[in-house]
């Protein structure tokens, strides 16, 4: 094991041997593996958006093994996605790529302001499927928050006890903030502490933007002079707000964009010090060939810092 892993490996060290195992897996899996950095495929926007949205662009998408083979020939760390898409592939690929259970998920059929995402699957059934982690979703800002905090940690409880690691995909969204605001650098730096806070051992955020909403926040990011002008500073903040870079932070690589716009984005992340990204659209919606072309320069680009 290199010595970075063990370094990241000893942050959580009121973890069972069994769940620093799983976060080991991880860790150690793929192109990446061994560097403390990492690149991983998820694939829940079939349920969130719609299998047309999701898939048509590449309609290869529509075969839940089709990214099992994504995530293994890219070699990414880990593949993430709801429990229909898993137990379409889970014994046909079994231990050929680290599996993360989203357990949470909403649909896009109902609108309003304060999202809550349903418990859809559950820690018996990442166990059953050989998974390394199970995911989650909260959406701080939303009135219903609370509701999912406390599911998140009912969870978490019972994943540590069984040795699984936890990833937690912290999205600000709802009625108490701007759209503005979902990715504003105050908000986005909160939600991940809040991440922390719950006791997720990775951290999923969008990269954040100049944008601060709370009037409270600006006061203090000017007084003390906390410098958020460019995306590497922004993401070099967000780290420092899960316990000064003691957690696993990684970048979500939200809509789909050109591949020059991808790049530019994970070469902010990499030199703010960030863990890696989480790539979903922009890859499994490229042809197959190109995607695993982009994963891998994504990769390299962590690789060199």
């Known amino acids: 094991m290199s010595k970075r892993v063990k370094e990241i490996l000893s942050w959580y060290g009121s973890d069972s041997p069994g769940t620093l195992v799983n976060l080991s897996r991880i860790l150690n899996h793929g192109r990446l593996g061994g560097t403390g950095k990492m690149v991983i495929l998820p694939v829940d926007q079939g349920f969130e958006h719609g299998p047309a949205r999701s898939f048509a662009k590449n309609s290869a998408g529509y075969d839940p093994r089709y990214h099992f ?7 990414c760390n880990a593949y993430a996605a709801p429990l229909g ?9 079994a231990g050929e790529i680290p599996l993360i259970l989203k357990l949470n998920n909403s649909d896009s059929l109902f609108g309003g302001d304060d999202p809550c995402s349903a418990v859809t699957g559950s820690v018996e059934d990442a166990m059953r499927l050989g998974c390394a982690a199970i995911g ?3 959406y701080p800002g939303s009135s219903q928050r609370n509701e999912m905090y406390q599911q998140f940690r009912e969870l978490t409880v019972e994943a ?12 600000p969204r709802g009625s108490g903030i701007s759209k503005d605001g979902e990715t504003g ?3 986005v730096a909160y939600a991940a ?11 999923k955020v969008k990269p954040p933007t100049a944008h601060i909403e709370q009037d409270a926040a600006r006061k203090v990011y000017e007084a003390e002079g906390i410098p958020v002008g460019t995306l590497p500073e922004r993401i070099r903040h967000v780290v420092q707000s899960s316990f000064g870079g003691r957690r696993i932070v990684i ?9 020059g716009g991808i790049l530019e984005e994970i070469r902010g992340i990499a030199e703010g010090g960030g863990f890696g990204s989480i790539m979903g659209r922009n ?9 695993i072309d982009l994963l891998h320069e994504v990769m390299d680009i962590y690789a060199q810092v």
């Open 160 to 171: 540590k006890r069984k040795g699984l690691a936890v990833v937690l995909w912290s999205y």
């Open 69 to 75: 083979e994504l995530g293994i020939d890219a070699g």
């Open 185 to 187: 650098i105050d908000v």
């Open 283 to 291: 890859s499994f919606q490229r042809p197959k060939a190109e995607a």
């Open 193 to 203: 502490h809040i991440a922390a806070q719950l006791g997720a051992h990775i951290i």
């Open 136 to 138: 989650f979703t909260i």
């Open 251 to 259: 970048f979500s690589g939200g809509p789909a964009k050109d591949r």
């Open 85 to 93: 898409f898993l137990e379409a592939g889970a014994a046909e690929f």
